[in-house]
């Protein structure tokens, strides 16, 4: 009896077992560096993929070393898991272990001296400047439907709701997480801009362009009083039943209003919206301060990925439009070199 409860006072001065730890770090993202839900359960699920694979040798993450981390990657290498992937999961591990440090609970980080592989660079999607006027064209068409035209007050809400978020998406290059937690008093119409809280609660100013500032004051003036339920609901967007709208209801509506009748367009995501936005911006002349400061980046590395979308757009001009851009339909390589001689 004595031997077992001297069993159990040497079990509680142990170190804590993966989960434990991993909540306690979740914690410290969520209280401490304000990460959104979305990303802390992206986090949580990296890193309880490699506390299996420790445990898989009765190891704990406290006490991991480099040697578990290259075997963790190597395994995921042999599982086709891209380097992409591999380099963002590596990232997590990095952040936990310099928390795991700073809290005095290793002394080593073993991520240190690990080198992030390799990886292509992939550029971001977006749509044609044609095709997201044609989407928004086509929102604003049924937003314009007329009381008279039978349709219910609901109906006619929910028209404008969607048009404005699809506005809101483009105008202002902003990421799904944010749309859905915009507030009414978030919106400055009088001064066409929003107030925008993005990754890890930071918040920044988005200005609006006219068009997404009518859309907006539309649907708080004539489309949200008919969402609005009883009680207090703060959200701007609001679903049938007024509660705040849902990341996945976003972007299934976004794939929906991006479908034309024709087949001809192809399906959006917010995301490309939000690609479209700088995509279109840095096309048009726009400085990658100005625009990394639109989408919130922390980084101007990562705004800097635009300028290769950009500088493929030049070189499809530049292909299209160029006297030896292209080879001319009907004219012969001859015709040409003497053209030029000339």
Not at 53 to 58: R, T
Not at 154 to 167: M, Q, T, V
Not at 200 to 223: F, N, Q, S, T
Not at 237 to 261: D, I, Y
Request: charged residues 25%; glycine residues 8%.
């Amino acid at each position: 009896m004595r031997a077992s409860i001297e069993g159990q006072k040497t079990s509680q001065v142990q170190l804590p077992g993966n989960a434990r730890t991993v909540r306690e770090y979740l914690a410290y993202l969520r209280v401490e560096k304000g990460m959104r839900p979305a990303t802390c359960e992206a986090y949580a699920r990296d890193l309880e993929q490699f506390a299996e694979q420790l445990e898989k040798h009765d190891g704990l993450l406290v006490t991991a070393v480099e040697n578990d981390i290259v075997g963790f990657m190597a395994h995921m290498r042999g599982n086709q898991v891209d380097a992409r992937s591999i380099a963002r999961k590596l990232s997590c591990l990095r952040g936990f272990y310099r928390w795991l440090l700073l809290d005095k609970r290793i002394d080593h980080d073993p991520t240190v001296t690990i080198e992030t592989p390799a990886s292509w660079k992939v550029l971001p999607k977006s749509l044609a400047e044609s095709e997201v006027c044609g989407m928004l064209d086509r929102s604003a068409l049924a937003a314009r439907i007329p009381d008279t035209a039978g349709r219910t007050p609901l109906a006619a809400a929910l028209a404008l709701r969607d048009h404005a978020i699809l506005e809101l998406l483009y105008a202002g290059g902003l990421r799904v997480g944010e749309i859905v937690a915009l507030r009414e008093e978030d919106l400055h119409l009088d001064q066409a801009r929003a107030q925008v809280r993005g990754k890890g609660d930071k918040e920044r100013i988005v200005p609006l362009g006219r068009r997404a500032v009518e859309a907006l004051d539309e649907y708080v003036k004539r489309g949200r009083p008919v969402l609005t339920r009883k009680g207090i609901q703060r959200a701007l967007f609001l679903s049938v039943r007024g509660r705040a709208l849902t990341r996945q209801w976003v972007w299934e509506m976004v794939r929906a209003a991006s479908g034309s009748s024709d087949g001809s367009t192809r399906k959006a995501s917010p995301h490309m919206l939000r690609h479209s936005c700088a995509t279109h911006m840095v096309e048009h002349g726009a400085d990658l301060r100005s625009v990394q400061r639109l989408l919130g980046h922390a980084d101007i590395a990562t705004t800097q990925v635009y300028t290769h979308v950009a500088m493929e757009h030049l070189k499809r001009v530049h292909r299209d439009h160029h006297p030896r851009g292209k080879r001319r339909q009907g004219t012969a390589p001859a015709q040409a070199t003497s053209a030029v001689s000339e």
